[in-house]
């Protein structure tokens, strides 16, 4: 079971009642070890794809597996596999934060093997463990959560939004918790709305819109074909026909400054710009964010 | 299971020891007020009652040491504290489900039947306590009321015990819809249904001839605290409807509950 996928999701689909369709016919395969952000606005499916891996709710068409074991018929071995944060997080709010802690680990066949180097890295101290959970900030909450998740060192992680609720510092350590996770073999599948955290920590992306999987693709392959800003200043009347390439867009000159967007390597640019002597180039570094938002608005509803 | 009933538990402890002690205070307070009763005064006063009022002690004789103890077991008062109990511990699953604590405990290797038989164990435990503390209350006044010396401790308990399963099965009612239900206010809306309907189905069906044959049909029928306390043994019906209803609706609750969605 091991060399199965993490996650494998084949004609996945979850309607609600007549015409509701959550998820429609998603295929989706995240291999052991990748880390996988899973992007998509508000409303798209990224949660409930999460809860039907999970056996929260039942997929109405198609099927789910972690590592192997179908969610629907192995589900006890398959949720041995995982460690889980919802992004709704529920806790029992009458008890400490160490009781809950120690109640969540005594619920996984794994030991907690991580705790107390979680509780470090978040900074979740004895003091903070021995206040209920009412007295709990969000971003305490969550961070109790993130501890309850990852503490049995589990193969698969499966969180959804983790980091609303913790402040940058927090979300910054959370994500380099991560790396050092996925880089120790675990896989990481991260929903998120977040495009930044996402572009951070991931290899590769699933956008979902309406139930559906838009694209699975390489962060840096869906980088390298994003379109850029470019902004060059010359110290004199340069005409653009003098170092047009391939993918560039209209030129609009400024005095001496020249803009323009290129789609593609920029290396064809600079050779042919190099000789005229610029004063200064400015390339925007190809964003996540673009693609998601070109993605979301380009295709229309 | 062990964790989740244990979590259960400490969530719900003070407010079923509170409950408790009102239980208990009151059964006890009551049987204390024995000592002032003038038994002939309060039996001419209640054969002067019109039959309406005379169904809220379902025609026991309330003048008498055991008709005057177990007219409290099916006091308003009584009810609502077991109710209350029973219900609030009925709702428990709805209510995790509602607040998410269900979706982060079954998204580890925990069986939904696992999971609701742990509650139905803290629901039962939970109604036990009250029950008992009630029970305790009962006793210290027949231990040291001498008036009510003729209730024996043995009829007290075995007075007790059908009241303890009877509120069980509203528990397990409440758990019922609740497994049908995303928000706890639904699943106590319906065991608080349940438990009126019950209550006022078994008086009208006293105070009213057309709705006799309907009587049987309320769980409150079955149970006749007076006559228990006075003869010391309930008839087998008693323990066979209410054990039945207990068991059927909590049998129902795990089956539903296994099937169930419990995202909130």
């Known amino acids: ?301 | 299971m062990g964790v989740v009933f244990s979590l259960t538990m400490r969530r719900a402890i003070r407010r079923v020891l509170l409950l408790g002690v009102a239980l208990g205070a009151f059964l006890f307070l009551v049987g204390l007020s024995y000592s002032s009763v003038d038994e002939n005064q309060i039996r001419s006063l209640v054969e002067s009652l019109p039959p309406a009022l005379q169904a809220f002690v379902k025609g026991s004789d309330i003048a008498s040491p055991a008709g005057y103890l177990g007219s409290t077991f099916i006091h308003p008062i009584t009810l609502s504290i077991l109710a209350a109990t029973a219900i609030a511990a009925g709702a428990a699953p709805a209510r995790d489900v509602e607040h998410g604590v269900a979706e982060l405990v079954l998204s580890r290797p925990v069986t939904r039947t696992a999971w609701l038989g742990a509650e139905v164990i803290a629901m039962v435990v939970q109604v036990t306590i009250v029950a008992i503390m009630g029970f305790i209350g009962a006793l210290i006044a027949i231990t040291t009321v001498d008036a009510l010396a003729p209730v024996s401790v043995g009829n007290l308990a075995i007075t007790t015990l059908p009241l303890l399963i009877l509120f069980i099965g509203i528990g397990a009612i409440t758990m019922l819809a609740g497994s049908f239900s995303r928000t706890a206010a639904r699943a106590i809306g319906w065991g608080t249904a349940f438990a009126l309907v019950a209550y006022a189905l078994d008086y009208l069906a006293q105070v009213w001839g057309l709705a006799e044959p309907l009587g049987p049909l309320s769980v409150m029928h079955w149970y006749r605290p007076a006559t228990i306390l006075g003869s010391g043994s309930a008839p087998a019906s008693t323990w066979i409807v209410l054990s039945l209803v207990a068991v059927v609706a909590t049998a129902l609750a795990v089956a539903v509950t296994s099937r169930r969605e419990v995202a909130p």
């Open chain 1, 1 to 301: 079971m091991s060399d199965a996928p993490a996650i494998r999701a084949q004609g996945l689909g979850k309607s609600y009642g007549a015409g509701v369709m959550a998820l429609e016919d998603i295929d989706l395969e995240v291999a052991p070890g990748e880390r996988l952000g899973f992007l998509g606005p508000n409303g798209a499916g990224k949660t409930t794809f999460i809860r039907c891996a999970l056996g929260i709710l039942n997929p109405t068409a198609g099927s789910i597996a972690i590592r192997g074991h179908d969610i629907t018929r192995d589900r006890m071995a398959a949720l041995a596999e995982v460690g889980y944060v919802p992004g709704d997080l529920g806790m029992i709010r009458a008890v400490t934060g160490r009781r809950m802690l120690d109640a969540l680990s005594a619920l996984h066949p794994r030991p907690p093997v991580l705790q107390d180097r979680l509780l470090a890295a978040l900074e979740l101290g004895p003091d903070a463990l021995g206040k209920r959970i009412r007295d709990y900030s969000t971003g305490m909450r969550q961070k109790l959560g993130l501890v309850a998740a990852l503490q049995h060192d589990p193969p698969v992680i499966i969180l959804d939004e983790p980091t609303s609720g913790l402040d940058p510092v927090m979300q910054a350590r959370l994500l380099e918790v991560l790396d050092e996770r996925a880089r120790e073999g675990r896989t990481v599948f991260f929903s998120s709305h977040v495009l930044g955290e996402v572009d951070e920590l991931c290899d590769r992306v699933a956008m979902v819109r309406g139930g559906k999987l838009l694209l699975v693709r390489d962060v840096g392959e869906l980088r390298r074909t994003r379109v850029r800003t470019v902004e060059v200043l010359f110290d004199r009347e340069v005409d653009p026909s003098a170092y047009r390439v391939d993918g560039m867009g209209e030129v609009r000159v400024e005095g001496h400054v020249h803009h323009f967007t290129l789609s593609g390597d920029p290396g064809p640019l600079l050779a042919r710009i190099g000789p005229l002597a610029p004063r200064d180039i400015t390339i925007e570094a190809a964003r996540l964010e673009d693609v998601f938002r070109a993605l979301y608005l380009g295709d229309g509803d």
